[in-house]
């Protein structure tokens, strides 16, 4: 089933986000989707297929950055018709609406989180929108992002926590930022790879310290989230995009049991 908005309102259940950083081959995007597909069902997870068929702020300009909009749109919208959910992220206003033929929800970077046009421009599609919150942006501002999003009539907005920036090349993640971010009404997912990232922390590349992964995310499932997002990859050391963060395919399944466990003694 496609997913809807109310997935991520649902109090009793949290929606799982992953998949490669960016798209490295067709053959790669339908292999991830169906190995992650298969494991969030035995989790019971609904979830959602990640890949960005562009990574325009990499930290060296030889840094891979993935097919472009025309093949990469493409690729997602063919693994949308074998029946997966798909987000795929934006960066300038002009792809919001082509964007939103090929996949189920639109994603904000966090550089871009201010971005009035693309936000406004993503809003008028009508698809469900995930907004990046900045590292720059404290929890308590991420709303007015939202806002500008609902001002278009569509008021179906994601806030994604994905840390902030704790001096040069290191993020932390203030777990009280969930809940203020909670407060302003909008469905929160926390992202647990790209918090435990090293900005350009590898000379000309990002680096990342993937052993907190699970801690940070057991966390946030504890304080009360709507969604966990994590980039998942089989082989991280050979990932063209944010291997150091990502979260090796075969430790996903004992992840997300321990995830599921957590959040059903929470609200227990």
Known sequence: MPIRFSDFQNPEQLVLIAGPCVIESEEHVNRMADAIGAIACEARFPWVFKASFDKANRTSLKGYRGP????????????????????????????????????????????????????LEAGRTGRIVNIKKGQFVGPHDIHHAAEKVASTGNERVVLTERGSSFGYNNLVVDMRGLKIMAESGWPVVFDATHSVQLPSGA??????????????????????????????????????????????LSLLPKFLNKLRRIDEARRA
């Open 203 to 248: 000379g000309n590349v990002s680096g990342g310290q993937p052993q907190f992964i699970e801690p940070l995310a057991s966390a946030a499932v504890a304080v009360g989230i709507s969604g966990v997002f994590v980039e998942v990859h089989d082989e991280p050391e050979k990932a063209l995009s944010d291997g150091p963060n990502a979260l090796r």
């Open 68 to 119: 472009g909009i025309d093949e990469g749109l493409a690729i997602l919208a063919r693994l949308r018709q074998r029946g997966y959910s798909v987000v795929t992220d934006i960066h300038e206003p002009a792809q919001a609406a082509v964007a939103a033929e090929a996949v189920d929800i639109l994603q904000i970077p966090a550089f871009l989180c201010r971005q009035t046009d693309l936000l």
